[in-house]
């Protein structure tokens, strides 16, 4: 189901890449339920101001993420009704905290140096909302410089931690929570040569499972640790990411990386329960895909290798596990439909689980 909500993208007018290092696929279908006549839209668009106002991004510690967004968009896309689209939102409210305030506010000529540092967030959600009126409330402008231009453009740190708002895009909020993957984009000296070439990311992630120089950096699942991972491997690391070539073919190199988000959830897995940061590989995937076709031609390659090199990071952070994708092929369906996908993230016992709804919604 590629679906998205209406995106603030296809606005920059900067240089284009050639043809043939363009990614091709069509736009998602996109659901304007800002200003949606549909109750479904309405009440989907007013538990989202809800959310923004009245709880933060980060909590718990500045250790959670709020994913209040992620599920309503999701249960919505899925067919959900406004009362279980309130009882998901009185259901993760349960849990969230109120905003606190940042140690100082974020003017422009500071606006990069508290990137990641989360005791800003609601200093930079401020930021960015008095830019909005700079730019006379035009998103596409803020969008386009604070996104695309300059030497070190923000769209290269999208994947460890870029975040939209679904809907008005005036709640944008930017931010760099996981790790900065930002100097191996900007930096040309970690695209180099690597040791061998493969087209199947699939092939790579098996020659990177048996790469002894990767042995012994946990005795125990880190995804988190990404840093630890990146400095330590960073020689093994960088190989294994240089080896796939993504601006050769590159629409169908994509289409095997979306093949391959698919098979590290569900083929990775001997039992009912699936991991919970492989599951992040798929969801950012499926942004990705809704992102290209919106953004300029550019970017799209840098942004599929940032993904790339997220995806390295969290296989290695849990322990490499064995990737069979004939288990794909031979799933019993027993007649299952999407219907009864749709109807198992909206009325299980699991139809609160953030993780577990916007994991049912990305196909």
Known sequence: MY??????????????????????IPSVAIHKVESSVDKRGRTLEHLLKANHTNHSIIYHALQFHNHTPHILGSAY????????????????????????????????????????????????????EDQLVAFGYDWRKLLDHFLFEGDSPLINSLISGGTWSPTDPSRLCVRALIFDLHKYLDNPAYTRPASYKADMPLEILERLSKDNRLDSLFSHKAAGDTELIANVREDALMDHWNAWDVSESP???????????????????????????????????????????????????????????????????????N?????????????????????????????????????????
């Open 77 to 128: 896309l899925l067919g959900a009704n406004t009362n279980q689209l309130t009882q998901v939102y009185e259901s993760e409210s349960k849990i969230l905290e109120p905003w606190h305030d940042s140690p100082s506010e974020i003017s422009y000529d500071v606006w990069r140096d508290f990137l990641g540092n989360r005791r800003y967030q609601r200093a930079y959600v401020d930021f960015f």
């Open 251 to 321: 629409t169908k190199k994509f289409e095997k990386a979306q093949e391959t988000a698919v098979a590290l959830l569900v083929a990775t897995s001997a039992s009912s329960r699936f991991d919970f940061f492989l599951l992040h590989l798929l969801t950012t995937s499926h942004a990705v895909r809704i992102l290209l076709p919106l953004m300029p031609a550019d970017f799209q390659i840098p942004l599929v290798r940032q993904w790339w090199l997220f995806t390295l990071i969290t296989y290695i952070g849990q322990l490499r596990p």
């Open 3 to 24: 679906s998205s909500f209406s995106l603030p993208f296809t606005l920059y007018q900067g240089g284009s890449a050639p043809a043939a290092r363009h990614i091709n």
């Open 323 to 363: 990737i069979d994708p004939e288990a794909i092929k031979n799933f019993p369906l027993d007649e299952r439909t999407w219907k009864h996908v749709d109807q198992s993230a909206l009325v299980s016992r699991h139809a609160q689980d953030a993780h577990y709804v916007k994991g049912m919604q990305k196909r």
